[in-house]
């Protein structure tokens, strides 16, 4: 069994959920087709399209990514994280503000939200926590559900069909419930992924902002399909951060 070893850079509370995120699925049985049946059709054209028959329904994943973040101009990332979908996520990243790396970590478990950023791993850039982070760290749990397509057939994940090609799910995150809507294409295909989720993205107070990812492609790991190519942002300030997935672990 792969076990992911915790970033040196995060904190004693990150470290313990890193490794409580990403512990093997106990005893997941083999996805039946059949239970995707009484999802609404354009959930239920995703699911078949992102799950293989036979495969095993892992909950926790591990994603390791690379490609560039927007802090003041566009600067090249990678990152590693542990997901996993209702419970939580940590987000470990290394950015560079020219030639001096950030090293860093977003992270939800527990009805906790924090932020944790600092260059040369010694001086603050940004950092953050309280109900305002934690909330909009919520709400990015909620979304990322589709990094996880055996999560969408927890029965606490209610359904509901917009159209032939929207679909809506309500992901309950510690006691709140979040909206989530799927635009999937005839084929199945996963093409965009949109909330209101709690931000400040133009540096004001809190509130709802529109927010959402573009799949622009897609891979399969372990008998998973899921966004390999992706650009999000806040709407309207717009795109933020545009990543390629280099690896995926089910667990």
Not at 216 to 240: H, K, L, M, N, S
Request: aromatic fraction near 10%; hydrophobic fraction near 45%; charge should be neutral.
């Amino acid at each position: 069994m792969t076990v992911v070893v915790a970033p040196p850079h995060l904190t004693e509370q990150a470290r313990q959920d890193w490794e409580l995120l990403q512990r093997q699925t106990r005893q997941a049985p083999a996805f039946d087709p059949g239970q995707a049946d009484l999802l609404p059709e354009p959930a239920r054209r995703w699911i078949l399209h992102a799950i293989a028959p036979g495969a095993a329904l892992s909950r926790a994943v591990v994603l390791t990514m690379r490609g560039t973040i927007k802090l003041g101009q566009w600067r090249r990332f990678y990152a590693t994280q542990v997901l996993l979908p209702l419970e939580g996520y940590v987000w470990s990243a290394s950015a560079w503000l020219g030639p001096a790396p950030v090293h860093g970590f977003d992270r939800y478990r527990a009805g906790a939200g924090e932020m944790r950023w600092r260059l040369l791993n010694t001086f603050p850039v940004m950092s953050g926590s309280g109900p305002d982070i934690t909330r909009s760290a919520a709400g990015r749990l909620a979304c990322e559900i589709v990094m996880a397509p055996a999560a969408a057939l927890d029965p606490r994940v209610r359904w509901k069909a917009l159209d032939e090609q929207h679909a809506v799910a309500t992901v309950p995150i510690d006691g709140e419930d979040h909206d989530v809507t799927l635009t999937i294409a005839p084929d199945g295909r996963l093409e965009r992924v949109t909330m209101s989720r709690w931000g400040n993205p133009d540096g004001t107070t809190y509130r709802e902002h529109l927010f959402g990812i573009e799949c622009a492609d897609e891979a399969t790991f372990d008998g998973f399909t899921i966004p390999a190519r992706v650009r999000g942002g806040w709407w309207p300030q717009g795109e933020f951060i545009r990543f390629a997935l280099d690896d995926v672990l089910f667990r």
